[in-house]
């Protein structure tokens, strides 16, 4: 997946023909987040170091192109999402969702750490309280409180979602496109650097979470249950 829609924005920033990008779900949710299956799958001949490398510059390199890319990125929101999912929509610039969605970042109790800039633009968004409630307490929220913090830009009916959606999209595919990749620019402009700076940060950390005894205990407690 991380690395799928990572090309995908590279070659999008790249395609004149490309005015916008949107990032949605298939089915009832956005996304459930990753499959910790993988980490006791497919081991690399390198063992556990090797897999933790592996994932560390994967994610790192996913996450900088959300923050690179050049030209609109719209989240679109679908239903529920579960840790990476959430983080990476403070990277987008427009995140839409339906009234039915919900938001959770369960990285603590899987013995894990903060991504996709979530300990820097979190805080920034919703304020250091309820931020921390989220990616300490794993409180879930709703849409609305979603929208109210300003991770969320609008809620929009379930029935009407993808309507009202591809309507700003349609709109924003016809403006001037240099002019729209200039603003962008702009706006993000101080943001751009320090937002690098933290995904390596916290790719750097997450490495070394998954190497430690606490968090593969976590994964396989929690596999361990899914099996019950």
């Known amino acids: 997946m991380y690395k799928g829609i990572g090309e995908t924005l590279t070659a999008a920033a790249n395609d ?3 005015r916008v990008a949107v990032l949605t779900g298939a089915g009832k949710w956005y996304c459930a987040g990753n499959d910790l299956s ?3 799958k497919d081991m690399p001949a390198g063992g556990p170091t090797e897999m933790a490398d592996n994932g560390r510059d994967t994610l790192d390199v996913f996450c900088a192109a959300m923050i690179n890319f050049p030209k609109p990125l719209i989240a679109a929101v679908n239903g529920p999402a579960i840790g990476i999912p959430v983080t990476t929509l403070g990277l987008c ?5 339906t009234d039915s969605a919900h938001f959770k970042t369960p990285f603590v109790s899987l013995g894990q750490s903060p991504e996709g800039c979530s300990s820097y633009v979190f805080p920034r968004t919703f304020g250091f309280a309820k931020a921390n409630e989220m990616l300490l307490a794993e409180r879930q929220i709703s849409a609305e409180e979603a929208c109210s913090g300003g991770l969320v830009t609008r809620v929009f009916p379930e029935e009407s979602f993808r309507d009202e959606v591809n309507k700003v999209v349609s709109y924003m595919a016809q403006l001037p496109p ?3 990749i200039i603003s962008k620019g702009l706006i993000r402009q101080e943001l751009k650097e320090k937002l690098l700076e933290v995904n390596t940060r916290e790719c750097a950390t997450l490495r070394d979470r998954w190497l ?16 019950k």
């Open 212 to 227: 430690s005894d606490e968090c593969m205990t976590a994964i396989m407690n929690f596999l361990n249950r899914k099996k």
């Open 178 to 180: 240099q002019s729209m």
């Open 16 to 18: 004149s023909s490309v």
């Open 93 to 97: 610039d427009i995140v839409y969702c």
């Open 38 to 40: 993988n980490f006791t």
